[in-house]
């Protein structure tokens, strides 16, 4: 059965830091490009961040360049999201999804998804 879990997510005053994380199982996770998205009240999901399968390449939505970092350790088929510099427009529930052979931006080329975490920031 596949799963990704999301964990990490939590209230966080602006300028904070918080790191997500999500646990995959089920599928081969070494041959599969990993992505962070969001999606905050009234709004669509968005993109956030993707990684290669090997993790030597990463993909950043332009408002997070520099403040977030995306990662992976396949070993443990986790998959990592450092936030830093936070600000209350990056609250949102942050979804992690898998896709094979591939990573990008659009959620709807994307195979698996988690439930998702919340992350508040508050001003």
């Known amino acids: 059965q596949v799963q990704l879990v999301e964990s990490g997510g939590g209230l966080v005053q602006a300028g904070g830091s918080l790191t997500l994380y999500c646990a995959a199982s089920?599928?081969?996770?070494?041959?599969?490009?990993m992505g962070w998205f969001r999606q905050a009240p009234g709004k669509e999901r968005e993109f956030v961040a993707a990684i290669s399968w090997s993790g030597g390449n990463t993909y950043y939505e332009d408002s997070v360049k520099g403040r977030f970092t995306i990662s992976r350790d396949n070993a443990l088929k986790t998959v990592y999201l450092q936030m830093n510099s936070l600000k209350p427009e990056d609250t949102a529930v942050y979804y992690c999804?898998?896709?094979?052979?591939?990573?990008?931006?659009?959620?709807?080329?994307?195979?698996?998804w988690g439930q998702g975490t919340q992350v508040t920031v508050s001003s």
């Open positions: 089920g599928f081969n996770f070494g041959i599969y490009g």
């Open positions: 999804a898998a896709r094979r052979r591939s990573y990008g931006t659009t959620g709807a080329e994307y195979d698996y």
